[in-house]
């Protein structure tokens, strides 16, 4: 398809169906609109759910899928998404849009009846939290062995510092969705991942070690549909990039950012703002701003720490760096809530290396730092 069509097709009014695992069942949304400049499709999930169906007709009676439970207060499950339809949807024909206000809303996954899941269970009058039972969240430490873990397919992993991927392959064998979360950390023989076939969506954020050797291949896992990697080696995303941009026009939501070289990562070991570096909405200049003056902060408070830590002292170091992100983020404003996390969080790691540096409690600094940007923050 052109630039001003979606790469699979469809239109306003299709509705798409998509076999549910939280459901064991297909289930089906309606697209109600087309962004075309920002490349998002309007997608409002129906209340139904049954055999796969072949055609509209086969939902009878289609209603708006209204969320009441927790506090979701009957907001309609009604979201914008990436025009990339998922390869395993499928477009059954076509009804008059349901709605015609725009949504507000936007999200990285199509709806595959999680939601809907979720409102059963609570309608059924269980007010207790809806686990689904093929999903596991764990951290790296937690994968000891390569028994098979019978019935998980979709897994989350996070907090990994080193982990071998053919062991976590042998170990889940069945996975359709797999996300791997680290900090620097390292992941070996990724190319193992090319022994999953049912794999269908892969996430990896800020980890390293593989290569351009240790692509995912296309002929391997043919049901994937969606590959998101942030903070990966620059080989490897190449790679990637190079072997899954020819599948987007099937159904492949491809978002590949934060390719790394090895010096790269060399040089941000310790430097808490890295993730800022490449960030859409972050100029280049200011992040490197940012992170000069952070290392000004650092270098400030640890040797008024070292010295003995006069408090007026550090509330000045921490007044310094509040008014320096004033001025940076008044040319560009670029502290967003993430970032305002993320500066705080910064802070705080500076604190804790330099407790470990002087060898005793700086929970009184530490406070006064803080105290002190806060009073003076406009971001």
Not at 86 to 112: C, E, M, Q, T
Request: hydrophobic residues 40%; negative net charge.
């Amino acid at each position: 398809m052109g630039r001003d069509h979606p790469p699979r097709p469809f239109a306003v009014g299709d509705v798409v169906a998509v076999y549910s695992e939280a459901l064991d069942a297909w289930t089906a949304s309606q697209i109600t609109g087309i962004d075309a400049a920002a490349k998002y499709a309007a997608v409002l999930e129906l209340d139904w759910s049954g055999p796969e169906p072949e055609a509209v007709a086969d939902l009878g009676e289609v209603q708006p899928l209204r969320l009441t439970h927790h506090n979701w207060g009957g907001t309609l499950s009604y979201c914008n998404h990436s025009w990339v339809l998922p390869r395993s949807f499928k477009v059954i024909g076509s009804l008059p849009p349901l709605v015609s206000d725009p949504s507000n809303a936007y999200g990285s996954a199509w709806g595959r009846g999680g939601q809907l899941a979720l409102q059963r269970h609570w309608d059924s009058g269980d007010r207790t939290d809806w686990n689904a039972p093929y999903a596991l969240t764990c951290t790296a430490d937690e994968l000891i062995g390569d028994t098979p873990r019978a019935g998980v397919t979709d897994l989350t992993v996070r907090g990994i510092t080193r982990l071998d991927c053919a062991h976590l392959v042998a170990a889940f064998p069945d996975l359709t969705r797999l996300s791997l979360w680290g900090n620097l950390g390292t992941l070996t023989s990724a190319a193992a991942l090319n022994r999953l076939p049912r794999l269908q969506g892969l996430t990896i954020t800020e980890l390293f070690g593989m290569e351009a050797s240790d692509c995912l291949l296309p002929q391997d896992v043919p049901e994937v549909e969606d590959v998101v990697l942030y903070g990966i080696p620059a080989d490897y995303a190449n790679a990637m990039r190079k072997a899954w941009r020819p599948h987007v026009r099937h159904g492949v939501q491809l978002d590949i950012g934060g390719a790394r070289t090895p010096d790269w990562v060399a040089a941000n070991a310790t430097n808490p703002l890295r993730d800022w570096d490449g960030r859409r909405h972050i100029p280049r200049t200011a992040y490197r701003k940012a992170v000069a003056q952070y290392k000004d902060t650092r270098a400030a408070f640890l040797a008024e720490v070292t010295a003995g830590g006069h408090s007026g002292n550090i509330t000045e170091i921490g007044r310094s760096f509040g008014a320096a992100l004033n001025a940076l983020d008044s040319r560009s404003c670029f502290v967003e809530t993430v970032e305002r996390e993320e500066l705080f969080d910064a802070l705080d790691f500076l604190v804790d290396e330099a407790q470990t540096a002087v060898g005793r409690d700086l929970s009184t600094a530490r406070a006064a730092l803080i105290e002190a940007v806060d009073s003076v923050r406009d971001w």
